[in-house]
Nanobody, 121 residues
Framework: QVQVAESGGGLVQSGGSLRLSCAASGTIFSIYNMDWYRQPPGKQRELVATSNSGGSTDYSESVKGRFTISRDNAKNTVYLQMNSLKPEDTAVYYC???????????????WGQGTQVTVSS
């Protein structure tokens, strides 16, 4: 079994910073993508930032220049450093991972349980 757990959410004032962490554990041979999504109140879940096994990253236009995604492959952990936060960044933030459990096996996708980020104006 595989577990994906986020941490680091909370309440912050506009202009502040937060750092989210997401750790994957369990039966993992390799991790392909480790991404961050968010779901604002009353809206659909949206992609925030992606990180693949080759080290490439990408961001949604709304967070470019403010958020930074990074990975510690030795710890199967991905981080999201969020700076210059705005009230519109308020959402539940989810970690999404694509893994392989064995070298020649299929890929599996897992979601974390989410962590709340609230930015006050």
């Amino acid at each position: 079994q595989v577990q994906v757990a986020e941490s680091g959410g909370g309440l912050v004032q506009s202009g502040g910073s937060l750092r989210l962490s997401c750790a994957a554990s369990g039966t993992i041979f390799s991790i392909y993508n480790m991404d961050w999504y968010r779901q604002p109140p009353g809206k659909q879940r949206e992609l925030v930032a992606t990180s693949n096994s080759g080290g490439s990253t990408d961001y949604s236009e709304s967070v470019k220049g403010r958020f930074t995604i990074s990975r510690d492959n030795a710890k199967n952990t991905v981080y999201l450093q969020m700076n210059s936060l705005k009230p519109e960044d308020t959402a539940v933030y989810y970690c999404y991972v694509i893994i392989k459990k064995v070298v020649s096996g299929p890929t599996y996708q897992y979601w974390g349980q989410g962590t709340q980020v609230t930015v006050s104006s």
